[in-house]
Each structure stands twice: as structure tokens, then as C-alpha cells.
């Protein structure tokens, strides 16, 4: 049982490339997450998706986009790469309840660390 | 909106030194409360949760109270080790979840 996956680890863009991050979970949740990690902001939430097939913006959404084509994987992708998305990012997954938010605990990948010269 | 807020650091403590981190939350309901902690270079893993009001949640020597009267879910150990030096981030879970800005601690020997 490997919890959430995430590749790469690390990865260094230049200025208006485009990359895919993946993400991959193997405990039949419903829901997942991403979310960016900068010093002094915690974390935040970037999208957001309660079921195959079905993605949701959250806080900072702009230049990123996402799919959930399979139930265990939540892609992101940045399509025009810019310094200011220079971060850490992180995968999560939980349980859905039914009738909205899931109120369980996120499982979190180890995240990927993205420099964007 | 909901929001956490908790007490920003970083927090330098000395091994057996007991550990405080505050933690107050808005909610316009009945939020289930976390704290997780991140290990250098890891992601953030889930160390204990209350999901109602005076539930205690407790794991590896920590715990918290959920107070609803002070809006509060304050994280205490009573005698910290090094390995314990971690980021400490609360959050809360009702029509969204929200996590606070975490608080770094450093346990000297």
C-alpha cells in the first residue's frame, strides 16, 4: 500500500514551458487535492476534485489546470510556466462523505519541489 | 469565512521541555479540528483530530482539546524530544478545509 504517490520529486522549468505533475493513490478515495506551499503561507489549495471525471477551482487556481480522468490519479499541469510558481507542491487524497466537503482527515504525498528559472 | 489561526514561531525548546502551540479557529458550523506535522523534507502527515466539541484527540505523546467556548485546539506534549522538531500545521474541515500557516519547531538536546 503505497498511500499517494507523486512524480517528479523535483523539477527545474524555464520561463513559458509547460510540465505535468501526476499524482496517484491506491486507497479508493474520493476525493483529491492540490495544493502549493510557499514560506510564511502554508498551504493552498489550488484545485480541487470530488470524483472521477468532476474538478473544482480552490484559493489559487490561476495558471494551473487539472484532470481527473482515472480515480486514482489527479494531474497538474502548468501550461506557461512563470518564476512566481516557483514552489512545493502537494498531492492529497481523502474519503468523500456524501452531501459535500469532505469532513475526514487528507493523506498527502511527499510533494514535488518546482523551480521555475 | 473559516479561517485558522495559530501561533507563529519558530519555537526553540529544550529536550523535556513541555510544548505549547496555540490554535484558535472561525467557523460558521461545526468543524472536525487536525494537526499535522511535516518533517524536514516530507509531506505533512496527520498526528491527531477531534471532530466535535471536548473530544481530546492525542497520538505519540501529543494532544489537543477541541473547545468550542474559546474556539480553540491548542497542541501540548509534556516533554518534547529532538526528534519532534518538526512544522506543526492545524486545520479544520467543514464545507472546506483550511490549514493554518504552520509553526516550526527546533528541539535542542
Known amino acids: 500500500n503505497a498511500g499517494v504517490t507523486q512524480t517528479p520529486k523535483f523539477r527545474v522549468l524555464k520561463t513559458g514551458q509547460s510540465m505535468t505533475l501526476l499524482c496517484a493513490q491506491d486507497?479508493?478515495?474520493?476525493?483529491m487535492y492540490w495544493y502549493r506551499q510557499d514560506p510564511g503561507m502554508g498551504l493552498r489549495l489550488i484545485h480541487y476534485?470530488?470524483?472521477?471525471?468532476?474538478?473544482a477551482k480552490g484559493e489559487v487556481p490561476d495558471g494551473y489546470n487539472v484532470s481527473r480522468l482515472k480515480k486514482q490519479n489527479f494531474l497538474l499541469g502548468l501550461e506557461s510556466a512563470a518564476p512566481s510558481q516557483t514552489s512545493v507542491y502537494f498531492c492529497a487524497s481523502s474519503y468523500g462523505t456524501s452531501g459535500g466537503w469532505s469532513r475526514n482527515e487528507q493523506f498527502f504525498g511527499p510533494g514535488t519541489r518546482l523551480t521555475v528559472l | 469565512g473559516d479561517s485558522v489561526t495559530q501561533m507563529e514561531g519558530p519555537v526553540t525548546l529544550s529536550e523535556e521541555a513541555f510544548l505549547t502551540i496555540n490554535c484558535t479557529y472561525t467557523a460558521t458550523g461545526y468543524p472536525s479540528l487536525f494537526w499535522y506535522v511535516q518533517y524536514p523534507g516530507e509531506g505533512l502527515q496527520l498526528l491527531l483530530k477531534?471532530?466535535?466539541?471536548?473530544d481530546k484527540g492525542s497520538n505519540k505523546g501529543f494532544e489537543a482539546t477541541y473547545r468550542k467556548e474559546t474556539t480553540s485546539f491548542h497542541l501540548e506534549k509534556g516533554s518534547v524530544q529532538v526528534s519532534d522538531s518538526a512544522v506543526y500545521f492545524c486545520?479544520?474541515?467543514?464545507?472546506?478545509?483550511?490549514f493554518g500557516t504552520g509553526t516550526s519547531l527546533t528541539v535542542i538536546p
Open positions: 477531534a471532530t466535535k466539541a471536548d
Open positions: 486507497m479508493n478515495h474520493e476525493y
Open positions: 476534485s470530488v470524483g472521477e471525471g468532476t474538478t
Open positions: 486545520a479544520l474541515s467543514f464545507n472546506q478545509f483550511y
